[in-house]
């Protein structure tokens, strides 16, 4: 069973991670029923590998029907009036209200069925706050899933299909939108207890971490909260997590068997040990709703049910074969978790802490307990420097004092004041109010050992060097009289010294990001970069979308930024640039086109700015394999590769940067995603960021998507 459940887990990981296309009902059915025929032939001990069929199977249907309740490229921009229910906890902003909306019917517009099974709806000064469960009357202006796709840039597309979201949209006609009935869902209950505290703890700074660990309420937790919380390695003390989860079927466990054994009778009937179990179960059960079901919650309870399950049924589950157990069950129930770094840091923090514990003397006292900690913390080093691009070195010390405290001093009152809230509220807001003042000294300490060492910022590393930190991770596990111990130190060390995307790579390049509108251009070689636009501006500007995640994740300096034209959509995000880097060189336009050029030197690379008449500005790239010349549009008459903007004359809502090959063909980032410009030998090869990563839940035109079109 164990490995049957390893390879059903296998097969799903492996579809979530390399399909690229659609698959089709034949494709489907035929690896279905391989893994059926293998079952039913395969000798008794190889019979695992149907499982791992059945998991592709599984994850391919999953894909089919994520992708068939997704609004289709031809309908983006549909106008339609829906009748559903507000199916999430609204975020209530000054300018909007955002939720999830499941319609149930078209009232009016045309739209295929099926319909989206949820649509994220923002509501801009919104009349009226909808509440989880009510039923209304919107209509809304439909967009696809779509997002920008640059290299180390938030993909919005893969968060969204993760979250089983098929289109996003905002309401256009406010005095059409009716509230047809309210309705009852676990989030109103939600909701009606975070205004509770809200209203028992007025404006204390720490409501949000109050509301976050009793309902999984986060909007109000602040941006310096979250940044103490990612720097001390904590955030997942702070929202509802297995540890919670965990934590409440364990007391509430012991707490029902200890008082089912005071009564012999209930004991001659059900033993102590069922009786416990069912209610920790329950009791993980009842939480894992408070949290509004969702998907961490989810795989938590799960976890929490296979090992309460075994022990119902009395069935001898070794603790690894009740992770694999608790990891196929997860992913039956949602194949595609995997997009997510919850699911491989909650499992790996258990993989870690089985490792450490699992045929070894149980030891008393905090020495061990400070051991695991220290083990936790080195072992999930590798994968949260792949996810979150730091690592916080705090993060053993931190949580050996934050797990304790939360787990002793904030939980058991949060909980303890929700149980209370229906029957004495004056109890409940005491209760609270106890716990928020426990955040208070746990967040200052944070804060204090945040401002002391924090995390260590580090570039993307390459596959090869998480690789080889995992084989470190493995080396800090594995027993004393393991041979080459000694290793693990350097091997995880790479996370540090050998980040294989460091300095943008290993030759010079330009890369043409996908911005929504609008060029912005960056040329790096070595550790220095330039860039060349400014994009679109508003909340999603091209400076915090695409260039500061790159300079971050490769470790570049901005050295100087060119502006080509002042006008939107090339200087959105120029304002907003200039802030974040005032130590940079910025040149172009606003300045007199007859002084002398600047010519900047980058490695191999030769940056020469060319002033192009009506205070406009040009970028010539040289490098070994020729010039590329980047330009405020593509009308410009130049020779060999040019990088420019395109469609912007005829409609604002088509203007994407793009590059002009030298044989006349087009190549635009909103569909092609980012386009990187790689020193190749003698030539410029043009790697599309959708060719390179791009999956089943990238939207695309079939001209994207047709293999050796670069």
């Known amino acids: 069973m164990r490995a049957g459940s390893l390879a059903f887990a296998a097969g799903i990981v492996l579809v979530v991670s390399v399909l690229r296309e659609p698959p089709g009902a034949f494709s489907v059915a035929a690896v279905a029923a391989s893994g059926v025929v293998w079952g039913l032939l395969a000798p008794r001990g190889w019979r695992w590998p149907a499982a791992g069929l059945l998991g592709c199977a599984w994850a391919l249907l999953s894909a089919c029907w994520l992708l068939a309740h997704e609004l289709a490229p031809s309908h983006d921009g549909t106008d339609a009036c829906l009748e559903g229910q ?24 045309e739209l295929l069925e099926p319909l989206p099974r949820r649509i994220r709806v923002d509501w801009y000064g919104a009349t009226e706050e909808p509440a989880p469960g009510e039923r209304w009357q919107l209509c809304l202006r439909l967009r696809a899933p779509d997002g920008f796709l640059n290299p180390e840039g938030f993909d919005y597309q893969r968060w969204l299909f993760q979250r089983r979201i098929g289109a996003t949209a905002y309401v256009r006609e406010a005095e059409q939108a009716e509230r047809l009935s309210g309705g009852w869902r676990i989030d109103s209950v939600r909701t009606r207890i975070a205004d509770a505290m809200a209203e028992r703890l007025g404006d204390s700074r720490y409501l949000g971490l109050v509301q976050g660990l ?44 200890g008082l089912w054994r005071v009564v012999p009778s209930l004991v001659r009937r059900v033993p102590a040990l069922i009786a416990g179990t069912l209610a920790g179960a ?77 045929g070894r003397p149980m030891q008393r006292g905090p020495l061990p307990w400070l051991r695991i900690q220290v083990l936790v913390g080195v072992g999930m080093l590798p994968a949260t420097a792949v996810w979150f691009g730091h690592l916080p070195l705090l993060s053993p010390l931190a949580n050996l004092v934050a797990v304790p405290w939360v787990s002793v001093s904030v939980v058991p009152l949060i909980l303890t004041g929700v149980a209370l809230q229906p029957v004495v509220p004056e109890w409940s807001g005491g ?161 007199d086109t007859t002084a002398e050029a600047t010519e900047w030197s980058l490695g191999r690379l030769t940056l020469q700015e060319t002033p192009l008449g009506d205070e406009e500005w040009g970028l010539d790239v040289e490098g070994e394999a020729g010039t590329v010349s980047l330009r405020p549009d593509l009308e410009n008459d130049t020779k060999g590769l040019v990088v420019g903007a395109a469609g912007c004359d005829e409609d604002r809502q088509a203007c994407s940067a793009a590059v002009e090959l030298k044989d006349g063909r087009l190549l635009r980032s909103d569909e092609q995603g980012a386009l990187t410009l790689i020193e190749d030998g003698d030539a410029w090869r043009v790697d599309s960021e959708l060719q390179r990563r791009g999956r089943v839940y990238h939207q695309a035109s079939p001209a994207a998507l047709a293999p050796g079109m670069l």
């Not at 507000?86 to 499941?102: G, K, L, Y």
């Not at 001390?232 to 509802?240: F, N, P, Q, S």
């Open 431 to 591: 209760l609270w109010q106890g716990a928020d003042a426990a955040l208070g000294v746990l967040m200052r300490v944070l804060s204090a050992l945040a401002e002391f060492l924090g995390a260590v910022e580090v570039p993307t590393p390459s596959v090869g060097a998480v690789a080889l930190a995992a084989v470190g991770v493995a080396l800090v596990l594995a027993p004393r009289a393991v041979p080459g111990r000694w290793l693990a130190g350097p091997l995880l060390a790479l996370l540090l010294l050998g980040p294989g995307s460091s300095g943008g790579g290993p030759s010079g390049r330009v890369v043409v990001f996908d911005t929504g509108g609008g060029l912005t251009a960056l040329a790096c070689d070595g550790r220095q970069a330039v860039v060349y636009g400014g994009g679109p501006g508003g909340g999603l500007d091209a400076a915090s979308v695409a260039v500061e995640p790159f300079l971050e994740a490769r470790g570049l300096t901005l050295k100087a930024w060119l502006v080509p034209r002042e006008q939107a959509p090339w200087d959105g995000a120029v304002a907003e640039a200039r802030q974040r880097w005032d130590d940079a060189e910025w040149r172009g336009a606003g300045q």
């Open 214 to 257: 009793g309902v999984a309420v986060r909007d109000r937790i602040g941006d310096d909260q979250w940044e103490v919380l990612s720097v001390t390695g904590t955030a997942h003390l702070l929202a509802i997590s297995g540890l919670h989860i965990g934590l409440v079927a364990g007391l509430a466990g012991t707490l029902a068997g």
């Open 282 to 358: 329950l009791a993980a059960a009842g939480y894992a709703a408070l949290a509004g079901f969702t998907l961490p919650t989810q795989r938590a309870l799960l976890m929490v049910l296979v090992f309460a399950g075994a022990l119902l049924l009395r069935r001898p589950l070794s603790p690894w074969h009740s992770l694999a157990v608790a990891a196929a069950a997860v992913l039956a129930l949602d194949p595609w978790a995997p997009l997510g770094a919850g699911f491989w840091l909650s499992f790996g923090a258990v993989a870690i802490i089985l490792a450490a514990t699992t």
């Open 86 to 109: 507000v199916v999430s906890v609204p975020e209530i902003e000054s300018h909007r209200a955002r939720f999830e909306f499941r319609p149930d019917g078209v009232l009016d517009g």
